[in-house]
């Protein structure tokens, strides 16, 4: 291969290196950059850059939180053009939510307009709504212009935004956090503000106090649509002593009374990131197919509130019951994973357990406090330097005046006057003296000078000279009290107290969002009643057709009574049973299927479709149908002859899938399912040949192919039944007329024989009933 060289037309040739390390490096700075700026949220303040730059701008736009709206295109706009080179959709979809008081504990963004619901449904266009800031959210930012944190260039070098906020708050934990990022995640649930002050003043006080310690003050998440969290504590401590668990979250509920026995559940929290809309969709379907037999229907009454009711198929059933096949079957209960993945000092990725977070939160607010101290000495030294300035002129008021009246250049001579023991006399009163920028000692600083030059001529007044005084005396006091605080490691944590006690005043129970919204209770797991135990046993009548359309009519009906069916349709299952019974269905691919009676569509009409109810395959047939009697056992065989006994408990399906028992191989069908109530099993194949052997000579299966019947030269099986040896074999002849055949020795052999041609007089359909 020949050297690549740089050619003087196109410029200097590519560099070459291996697609591997290529592909490694720029794979590599990618996952640094998600994580980094897009995915995982800083420990400090709790948000993620665009959330962060959505503040900013709206602060730089003055959108308090007792000032007015601006349009959220405007600061969506702001947003992508100075801070955020992203999509305006991404942005504002950001700050939708930071809207959204379902979505957000507490949130930081006051939204006027549609900005979505707990059904689902999307914000309205960014064009059609309105915003500014909460009070909670100028916590956040409380201290930006006091130098609390350090400032960065934005995307283009115009001008400069925060790298984190200041955080009155720990937010990450008030508000939570989620995001996904390479290979790494994080998911963080809301919390109570109030807990969290408590926790961090108890860290304050104890520096190393445990987790397990901390639990007393946060007991758990406190979500924004509340619920019941069922989780043990034994699981809450572990998950936040190692920053990796889930909680268990519950709806809140309620039976209402509706008078003369009836009664009505009534949900009003669903879970955390639960959409009302689709949790009433699941529900339905849960209903339509069958797979909440207990519950009738599920209504949406909500307004501001949630309300949501579910009704009850009987009086009845027992609530917790139902409810309890709701958690299981639905969304009425979630869990809620917790990740604590974050950004220490917005650079290292860790899982962080509770105490770890609420320590970076206090070591950047010990941060921040320091740095507005020194900042505010800044500004106290500046200002003490000019009240020395103004108090050396209101001393020497004259010679002020006459330098400014007659000299060309009165800032230079100011600076240049020696104003000897009048600075003494002016700084007597304080032992610190502020710097000043000009060598000389007794002159004017440059800064004192532009003071004097700029004094209106109404603060030549004496009270203005005791103001002047007053407040000098004032800032001494105040500096005196920052130089203890920035040498006391004590005062300043007492310090960091104060503010979150005020805090706690602020944002704590007397505000409307402080009061802690999630429960805590145990899980109690209701065990699975049957289903008989719920429903009024009543009496009714199952009719299936030829085509397979069910139906149950009202009471025991004449099993001869003439029904109606559909054109070319007529009757082929007919029996008495009750509403509490389940019912049977074996079908011809070797599967049984299970319907509760009560279930049933009722008999006015045609029926249903029974491959509506259970997932029977259009080229599968039905076998019989027959009710469920537990302890029984069946005998199952396939048209090839092969079969086997099994028990009747064995076969009940707990899906609309079935269960598969009797294998079929080669084309075989399911032909033959009977309630073996004897000793002997009698076979006849489609050559008219019958053999009769033990029902002990089958073995005893839960699924399999089974074994061997009766051998055949040609065709198959065509029916097989169980009888009493003693009493004989009976069929129906020809004539309809019932024979018994009671010398049997004739067809009697072992299993799997050929056995004999069938005795004078069977019927002609090969069939034994």
């Given at each position: 291969m020949?050297d690549?060289?740089d050619?003087p037309n196109i ?7 291996p697609?591997?390390r290529?592909?490694?490096?720029r ?5 640094l950059?998600t994580?980094m700026?897009?995915?995982l949220p ?5 948000l993620?850059?665009v ?5 900013f701008?709206?602060r730089?736009l003055?959108l308090?939180?007792t000032g007015?709206f601006?349009k ?5 706009g ?5 801070y955020?080179?992203?999509?305006d959709a ?8 930071l809207?959204q008081?379902?979505?957000?504990r ?5 939204g ?5 619901n707990?059904?689902?449904d999307n ?8 915003a ?9 930012l409380e ?8 400032f960065?260039s934005n ?5 400069t ?6 955080a009155?708050?720990?937010?990450l934990l008030?508000?939570?956090a989620?995001?996904?990022?390479v ?6 649930p809301?919390?109570?503000?109030s807990?969290?002050?408590?926790a961090?003043?108890?860290l304050?006080k104890?520096?190393?106090a445990?987790d ?13 649509t ?11 401590a572990q998950?936040?002593?190692t920053?990796r ?5 519950r709806c ?10 009836q ?11 639960v959409q ?6 699941k529900?339905a379907?849960?209903?339509q ?12 009454e909500?307004a ?10 009987s ?5 917790q019951v ?6 299981r079957?639905?969304?009425l209960e ?6 604590m993945?974050?950004?220490i ?19 950047f ?9 020194r ?12 009240l020395e300035?103004l ?13 400014i009246?007659?000299?060309?250049a009165p800032k230079?001579?100011l ?9 003494v ?19 004017l600083?440059?800064?004192q000078?532009e ?7 109404r ?7 005791m103001?002047?005084l007053?407040?000098r005396?004032?800032?001494?006091e105040e500096?005196a009290g920052?130089?203890?605080l ?10 960091i107290?104060?503010?979150l006690r005020?805090v706690?005043?602020?944002f ?10 999630t ?8 065990p ?5 135990a ?11 057709s ?7 009519m009202?009471g ?7 029904l ?9 299952f ?7 019974d389940?019912?049977?269905v074996?079908g ?10 009560a ?23 039905i076998?019989d149908?027959f ?11 396939s ?8 028990e ?6 707990q ?9 079929l191989r ?8 009977r309630?073996v ?7 006849v ?10 029902v002990?000579?089958l ?6 192919k089974?074994?061997r019947?009766?051998k055949?030269?040609?065709g198959?099986?065509?029916d097989?039944?169980t009888?009493?040896l ?15 055949e009671s ?12 056995g004999?041609m069938?005795?004078r007089g ?8």
């Amino acid at each position: 291969m020949n050297d690549l060289v740089d050619d003087p037309n196109i410029g200097p040739a590519p560099m070459s290196e291996p697609l591997r390390r290529a592909i490694g490096e720029r794979y590599l700075t990618y996952a640094l950059s998600t994580i980094m700026n897009r995915a995982l949220p800083d420990a400090r303040d709790g948000l993620k850059p665009v959330h962060r730059r959505i503040l900013f701008a709206m602060r730089e736009l003055r959108l308090g939180s007792t000032g007015g709206f601006r349009k959220s295109a405007k600061i969506s706009g702001d947003v992508m053009g100075n801070y955020h080179p992203h999509g305006d959709a991404a942005i504002y979809d950001a700050m939708a939510r930071l809207a959204q008081d379902f979505a957000v504990r507490y949130p930081l963004v006051d939204g006027q307009g549609n900005f979505g619901n707990i059904d689902g449904d999307n914000p309205a266009a960014s064009r059609y709504t309105e915003a500014r800031m909460t009070a909670v959210a100028e916590a956040l930012l409380e201290g930006l212009d006091e130098n609390a944190v350090d400032f960065r260039s934005n995307y283009d070098g115009t001008l400069t935004e925060p790298v984190v906020l200041p955080a009155a708050f720990p937010n990450l934990l008030a508000n939570g956090a989620s995001g996904i990022a390479v290979g790494m995640a994080t998911n963080i649930p809301p919390h109570n503000i109030s807990e969290l002050v408590d926790a961090c003043l108890h860290l304050i006080k104890s520096p190393e106090a445990r987790d397990d310690t901390l639990l007393s003050h946060v007991p758990g998440p406190d979500f924004p649509t509340g619920g019941v969290i069922v989780e043990p504590s034994e699981s809450i401590a572990q998950s936040y002593r190692t920053g990796r668990g889930s909680f268990r979250l519950r709806c809140r509920w309620q039976t209402e009374d509706l008078g003369r026995g009836q009664w009505q559940i009534v949900v009003t929290e669903i879970p955390y990131q639960v959409q009302k809309s689709k949790l009433i969709e699941k529900i339905a379907e849960l209903i339509q197919t069958k797979k909440l037999p207990l519950l009738a229907d599920v209504r949406d009454e909500s307004a501001d509130d949630v309300r949501l009711i579910l009704e009850p198929r009987s009086r009845n059933v027992d609530a917790q019951v139902l409810m309890g096949m709701l958690f299981r079957n639905s969304d009425l209960e979630v869990k809620f994973a917790l990740n604590m993945n974050v950004l220490i000092d917005g650079v290292t990725p860790q899982v962080c357990s509770l105490r770890e977070v609420l320590r970076a939160f206090l070591d950047f607010r010990r941060e921040v406090l320091i740095r507005r101290s020194r900042h505010r000495m800044e500004k106290i030294d500046h200002r003490l330097e000019v009240l020395e300035g103004l108090i050396v002129a209101f001393l020497n008021l004259d010679r002020v005046i006459d330098i400014i009246r007659y000299d060309d250049a009165p800032k230079a001579a100011l600076m240049r006057e020696d104003w000897g023991g009048e600075f003494v006399r002016a700084s007597s009163e304080a032992d610190y003296v502020p710097p000043r920028g000009d060598a000389e000692a007794d002159g004017l600083s440059e800064t004192q000078a532009e003071a004097i030059l700029n004094m209106r001529l109404r603060s030549l007044r004496r009270l203005e000279e005791m103001a002047l005084l007053k407040e000098r005396d004032s800032l001494m006091e105040e500096r005196a009290g920052l130089e203890d605080l920035l040498e006391d490691g004590d005062r300043q944590w007492k310090s960091i107290a104060n503010q979150l006690r005020e805090v706690k005043k602020t944002f704590g129970k007397d505000h409307p969002d402080g009061a802690r919204r999630t429960g805590f209770s145990e899980a109690c797991e209701v065990p699975e009643t049957p289903l008989e135990a719920m429903i009024d046993k009543e009496p009714i009548t199952v009719v299936c057709s030829r085509m397979g359309w069910i139906r149950a009519m009202t009471g025991h009906i004449d099993l001869n009574r003439e029904l109606k069916f559909k054109d070319g349709d007529g009757p082929r299952f007919i029996f008495h049973a009750e509403t509490t019974d389940r019912l049977l269905v074996f079908g011809t691919n070797g599967r049984f299927y299970t319907l509760g009676a009560a279930n049933l569509p009722g008999g006015r009409g045609m029926g249903e479709p029974l491959r509506l109810m259970v997932d029977l395959p259009n080229e599968a047939e039905i076998v019989d149908l027959f009710i469920h009697r537990p302890g029984r056992k069946l005998l199952v065989a396939s048209d090839a002859g092969d079969g086997f006994v099994v028990e009747e408990d064995e076969v009940v399906a707990q899906t609309r899938s079935g269960k598969q028992v009797l294998n079929l191989r080669g084309g075989a069908r399911a032909l033959v399912c009977r309630a073996v109530s004897g000793d002997h099993v009698a076979c006849v194949g489609e050559n008219r040949k019958v053999l009769i052997f033990p029902v002990g000579d089958l073995p005893e299966m839960t699924r399999g192919k089974g074994v061997r019947l009766q051998k055949f030269k040609d065709g198959g099986l065509s029916d097989a039944t169980t009888f009493d040896l003693e009493k004989g074999l009976t069929w129906h002849d020809p004539a309809g007329r019932t024979r018994t055949e009671s010398d049997l020795s004739e067809w009697t052999g072992k299993r799997a024989g050929a056995g004999r041609m069938a005795p004078r007089g069977f019927p002609r359909d090969n069939k034994f009933t």
